[in-house]
């Protein structure tokens, strides 16, 4: 009691400095960039700590504090500070994303690749079909004609099938999570984000008004990210094998480095540092290594990733479009159940896999956003009202998704 109690004042010490401080425009100085970040973390630690005590993910904790800070509440962080931290936001992706795929080991596997292949090709068709089905025949209840094109439709039965691995991952690694559950949500998470860019560079095609995007190109790229992940993935086997000193410094600093590397040529980092942590862990002996370095440091690395998304997730949107984001909050939440059931029925899996497993797929986070961005760019009128819904969606998915997650590990007893 007396540690909560120390939280909570801490908290609002805390929160009243920075108040003060944005409104004194310190903030605006771009020397007290990194001083008002560390506070901003320190306070979302302190609300970590704090409201696990009541069981709710730390990654939530976080994206709600970084809500609070950020431009929409308190604005604290305005949308140029955010940007100037996006590639701090960008090498923490990257780690989560190694982290990831450190975790997968086809040689060693709970599951076998060819059945979650099927559940998640099961799972996207099922929930396409139901979402597209069920919004062509509400879709005049949507406000300012969202969906009155096929195109809208269409790309939101796409965007419902979009995860969000790092939060997977994020609430995996903290609950300790072992099991075969666990290893079908990670895998199919991974591989449900690869088909659906595909997917979504494929309709875009069609529908872009502007006529910019070639699919073929976007295959290219994400091919040429996993060529180039397995090639670092044999620059981490070298250091570890025969180098072996400040693992830890290594690699974060080859992080950071490669990270900035891969955007610069265009590639997909989230794939370049999945396919590299696939490879040290089924190229080598020493997958479990990285994945343990990569978790020692892992509470500063989710703190300032999550952070950051919270800041960026948009509350005017919400309070806009609420009503019409709660129900396609529903029907994704459905459909993601029902797909799940029926791909697990499929491939003849037990009762955790059809039932408890959707829970890993309900949060949302930087593919879904960077599909309304791209939306709202390339379609006039429609598109920016369809940006406002998927964000709106995304908030309330990012907060909802990871407790759940969480508390299905629980359920089926894989997390500790």
Known sequence: ????????????????????????????????????????????????????????????????????????????????????MRFIDDVALSIIAMTAGGEINFRNSRISLAKAGVFVVVQILFIFALVFGVLMLTRGLFPQGIFVTMAGVVFMSVIANATSPSTTVAVIIESEAKGKMT??????????????IIMFAFFLSIYSAKGNVSVGAVILEEGLSMLAGLVLSLIVIFYKQY?????????????????????????????????????????????????QVVEDNSGIIYLIFFFIAGTVVNLPALKVMWIAALGIVLLRTFATFAGCVVAGQ????????????????????????????VIGANFEGWGVQFQTLVLAIVAINQIVGPIGFKWALKKVGEAK
């Open 346 to 373: 499929l491939i003849k899996e037990d009762s955790s896999i059809k039932y408890y497993s959707f829970m890993g797929f309900l949060g949302q986070a930087g593919v879904s956003i960077g599909f309304a961005k």
């Open 1 to 84: 009691m007396k540690e909560k109690l120390i939280d909570i004042l801490s908290l609002t010490a805390g929160i009243t400095l920075l108040f003060f401080m944005q409104k004194g425009g310190v903030s605006d100085q771009a020397e007290s960039l990194f001083m008002i970040f560390g506070i901003a973390l320190f306070l979302a630690f302190v609300a970590g700590r704090l409201l696990g005590s009541f069981g709710m993910p730390s990654i939530t904790s976080f994206l709600i504090m970084g809500m609070l800070l950020g431009p929409y509440v308190m604005n604290v962080f305005t949308k140029d500070m955010i940007a100037d």
């Open 243 to 291: 180098v072996k000193a400040n693992q830890g410094v290594f690699i974060i600093l080859f992080t950071i480095v490669m990270t900035w590397l891969t955007k610069s040529m265009h590639l997909n980092p989230l794939l370049v540092f999945l396919f590299a942590g696939i490879g040290v862990n089924n190229f080598s002996k020493f997958g479990h290594s990285l994945v």
């Open 183 to 196: 290893d079908y949500v990670l895998t199919s998470a991974i591989m449900k984000d690869i088909i659906i």
